[in-house]
């Protein structure tokens, strides 16, 4: 489901996420990428909800299956699917089992769980470390939206207009910003002394 942040009509755009232009030499480009997260961190401050419900179920089905489905009520689920309505449930399954497929065909041994089919045919998923296993509701939904926060941080949301959160300066930290102003400030004004310390006119004489 995309996600626009309010009042903003910057056409999708990844020139500003997270890149490197030319011409900014490498201390403004890494400034650049450090407002740039900044911005997204209070975006997402500002509007939990990104999280929230099944929003972001088809970024990592397999994920969500077994963070948070998994602790679901059948109720829970039922009114979750009617939300959805019968195209998305129909989505949802689909890449739910297409995702299994391909963790079956191409296992990845850095994933917490192994799927292997069953006797009837169907696709599970196994614990390869029990540690790894959510112990709670609550405990599974923070890991799922920590998960899609770190997701949305790193810009690989491709239904998010993320240009509407970096280009704009409302989602910048005051204070913050203030301060490296002040840094910025004051570092143009070392600039202008030399030696020991002491003022000198553009003729290079001192000035008194």
Known sequence: MPHFANGASVAKSEQLSLRTRDGVPGVAQHEDRTRVKNRRKRYLDLHPEYTAGSNLELAAPLLYDRLVRRFQSAT????????????????????????????????????????????????????????????????????????????????????????????????????EEDQRQLEDYLAKQDEEFVGEGKPIGETGVQDF
């Open 76 to 175: 829970e689920r039922e009114k979750e699917g009617r939300e959805r309505g019968y195209a998305g449930n129909l989505e949802a399954d689909l890449m739910r089992s297409e995702a299994k497929l391909a963790a079956l065909k191409h296992p990845d041994p850095n994933d917490a769980i192994a799927y292997q089919r069953a006797s009837d045919g169907s696709i599970t998923g196994v614990e390869a470390d029990g540690d790894e296993r959510a112990a709670s509701r609550e405990e599974g939904r923070v890991r799922w939206d920590d998960a899609m926060r770190q997701r949305f941080l790193r810009g690989e949301d491709d239904d998010f207009e993320y240009a509407t959160v970096d280009e704009n300066d409302m989602y910048d930290d005051r204070s």
